[in-house]
């Protein structure tokens, strides 16, 4: 038992490290029950196969249970609980491809291998696992724990001790797979990275390709220097763009081009108002009050509650620390205006006391046991023994089967939380002791015979009372913002309606193309994911009706579709409008370089328009940055790699110019060449990039579907 005390103990300073290749977990909120949506049943496809609303539920309720014990929490945000719900679906394609992949060349991974993974304690994920002492993994304390969860029967310790033993099990089960996942990932991608060869010319090219460099005069005219008048593009210039860069207009998912209305209601003039006639007659209050602060503060609607425990003036609001020296004789300073955080605001300074920026001090327990009475004779009984006879503390503490341990508490730690109660008597009375000093807390259920051994700036501490409320509109504003957003939309029910009017009726209409339906929200405006399925299931053109969204309902939102890419190659009209830059620079090129054919350094330099620049240090394997343009040219290395001294080569076409260019001089520091280490470079250069593309690839002969938009 003492061993499982000990794992308990370190419950809430539990982290989850994922598995080699895992991504990182990111806490979601609390699991919300799948909403019957038109009878779908799938949220997606892996391979042709489809994967069940159920078996996702599954598995997220299973992460979302480990990610709860983990970090001993269940306070979870709407956006952990998106990146959780991404996280969960992330790895259920991964393993699924992964496994598949293995299956094909008879890769397995045995339970054998998983025990010696685990009897060895050396992975990552078991080192932040809570079967660990001094930061080690020890398989003792997982087989103790083990062994006593599988004996324990219901009734046998508390509900609540029952549900953290359940907890801790699946979580070490979660861990199991892992390690497993790990292990076949490893086995997949170590068979692939064997293939991986280096030979001597590859090193030998590598290596120059690096270290040489050269000076280089250039010269060139900039695609600007064209107009794009003088450089028509044709619909069979199209076409042959399209034809050259077909593979990049593969799209991998449905995606649609939208635009959009996010109309934020903003507090009116009269809102403002009102807030401050409000936050007037607080002030009022709070000059005569004398007593049960937390509730008044709770009433008055502000967004700090009171906390019990006085703070240092740099774990204060910044804007109520500014006024502290300003406040009237009742202690009261406001009501003022914030513009930072658009707040109301008022404080009413109940005492200063005088506390610690950080506090050494060690304790004995001493629990009620038969009466509080006997529990308090005790306590003061040691308190005497050790402030008056100068017993020694750590021997009284073992009389008591204890062992005492030395901490430091840091203002940092506690200050910035609202603490009430046993907490707040607890730390106060730290606060107040001196160094050596020992007092006994009398606390419910317990006494704590307290000695502080250390003491570290001495901090003037406040008990305050502050209300600071934030400016909202009224149901009334609201309601005004609704109806003009509603009329507009009523006037304008078409998007060719909405693009010629939106301006002149002071609504901002916004173009968000390719917008995917992973993304959960419309342009990152919080709870509208109801709009994105909307949007995903509208014909083009459609305009959506008005959807109260935003974390406080404080937008309105209107959709509309004006494009849809399904899956596959983008069509030459879908993708006009990026095949028609780049098609206007293919013909801005292929001028130029007909104007720059046959002439000389000097000739191309006299050129209208014409750039001329040294580039020093040109090497094959870099761009080259040209200061005169404020751009990289990527192939200006390349076309004098191989070039003579003095040698200018023929006009080329880079990514924003057509260029001339000379060699002026070259380095060659090739007596630092060493093959052995150049080909250990050059593999672990290659090693390094395979496991992410072999999934990316594995991934995309999958034809994955993601339809969780329509469910979650």
């Not at 007659?281 to 425990?309: C, K, M, N, P």
């Not at 940055?625 to 003095?646: D, H, K, Q, R």
Request: aromatic share 10%.
């Amino acid at each position: 038992m003492a061993t499982l005390q000990k794992i308990r103990s370190k419950g809430p300073l539990l982290l989850i490290v994922i598995g080699l290749a895992m991504l990182a977990f990111i806490l979601g909120d609390a699991w919300k029950i799948i909403r019957p949506n038109q009878g779908i049943q799938y949220v997606g496809t892996i391979d042709g196969e489809d994967i069940s609303a159920m078996d996702f539920q599954k598995e997220l309720e299973n992460y979302t249970e480990v990610v709860k014990f983990a970090n001993q929490t269940n306070d979870l945000t709407e956006e952990q609980n998106n990146a959780l719900r991404d996280e969960v679906w992330a790895i259920m394609v991964r393993n699924y491809i992964l496994e598949k992949a293995a299956a094909q060349i008879g890769l397995t991974v045995t339970d054998e291998e998983v025990k010696e993974v685990i009897e060895r304690g050396n992975d990552p994920v078991l080192t932040s696992t809570p079967f660990s002492q001094d930061g080690k993994f020890d398989a003792d304390v997982l087989k103790s724990f083990l062994a006593f969860y599988q004996t324990l029967e219901s009734g046998a310790v508390s509900a609540e001790e029952m549900n953290y033993y359940d907890s801790m099990y699946k979580y070490w089960l979660f861990i199991e797979n892992d390690i497993k996942s790990g292990l076949l990932y490893s086995k997949y991608m170590a068979l692939v990275q064997a293939s991986i060869v280096s030979n001597p010319v590859a090193a030998r090219i590598s290596f120059d390709d690096r270290i040489k460099r050269a000076d280089v005069l250039m010269a060139s005219l900039p695609y600007s220097s064209l107009s794009d008048d003088e450089a028509q593009v044709t619909s069979s210039d199209l076409k042959k763009t399209y034809s050259e860069n077909k593979e990049a207009l593969y799209v991998y998912s449905e995606n649609r081009d939208i635009y959009y209305i996010d109309y934020e209601i903003e507090p009116s003039a009269a809102d403002r108002k009102a807030l401050l006639e409000e936050v007037n007659e607080i002030t009022s209050q709070l000059e005569d009050l004398d007593s049960d602060y937390e509730s008044f503060v709770r009433r008055s609607g502000s967004e700090i509650a009171y906390s019990e425990v006085p703070s240092s003036a740099k774990n204060l609001p910044e804007d109520v620390a500014a006024r502290l020296d300003s406040v009237n004789k009742a202690g009261v300073y406001g009501p003022y205006y914030n513009e930072d955080d658009d707040t109301y605001n008022t404080f009413k300074i109940l005492a200063q006391v005088n506390g610690y920026d950080s506090i050494q001090f060690t304790m004995i327990q001493v629990p009620v046991l038969d009466s509080q009475e006997e529990a308090d004779k005790r306590a003061d009984s040691i308190c005497t023994a050790a402030s008056k006879r100068g017993a020694d503390f750590a021997e009284i503490a073992s009389k008591y089967n204890q062992t005492i341990s030395e901490n430091w508490l840091s203002a940092n730690s506690y200050e910035p939380a609202v603490i009430s109660g046993d907490n707040a008597v607890y730390i106060n009375k730290l606060n107040s002791m001196k160094k050596g000093e020992v007092a006994v807390v009398k606390l419910t259920g317990a006494n704590l015979v307290l000695k502080v051994l250390d003491t570290k700036t001495p901090l003037k501490k406040y008990d305050i009372a502050i209300v600071k409320r934030p400016v909202d509109f009224s149901e009334e504003t609201s309601n005004a913002a609704y109806n003009k957003l509603s009329q507009f939309v009523a006037q304008n029910s078409t998007l060719e309606e909405l693009k010629a009017n939106a301006e002149d009726s002071d609504f901002r209409l916004l173009y968000y193309p390719a917008f995917e339906n992973y993304n959960y929200n419309v342009a990152g405006v919080s709870k509208s994911h109801e709009a994105l399925r909307w949007a995903f299931g509208a014909q083009k053109g459609e305009v959506s009706r008005i959807f109260e969204v935003g974390a406080a309902n404080d937008h309105l939102l209107v959709v509309a579709v004006s494009d849809i890419h399904p899956r596959g190659y983008r069509s030459v009209e879908d993708a006009a409008q990026t095949l028609s830059y780049k098609a206007l620079k293919d013909k801005k090129a292929a001028i130029l370089t007909k104007k720059m054919a046959g002439l000389s350094m000097d000739e191309v330099k006299a050129l209208p328009g014409a750039v001329v620049d040294t580039v020093n240090y040109v090497n094959f394997s870099n761009s080259a940055y040209i200061a005169s343009m404020s751009a990289n040219e990527a192939v200006l290395g390349a076309s004098v790699a191989n070039l003579e001294t003095g040698v200018m080569t023929a006009p080329i076409k880079g990514d924003n110019c057509v260029f001339v260019a000379q060699k002026l001089s070259e380095e060659n520091p090739s007596s630092n060449f060493d093959e052995a280490a150049e080909k250990l470079r050059l593999k672990t250069l290659s090693v390094s990039r395979i496991p992410g593309s072999v999934i990316e690839t594995l991934y995309f002969e999958a034809k994955v579907i993601d339809n969780r938009y329509k469910i979650f």
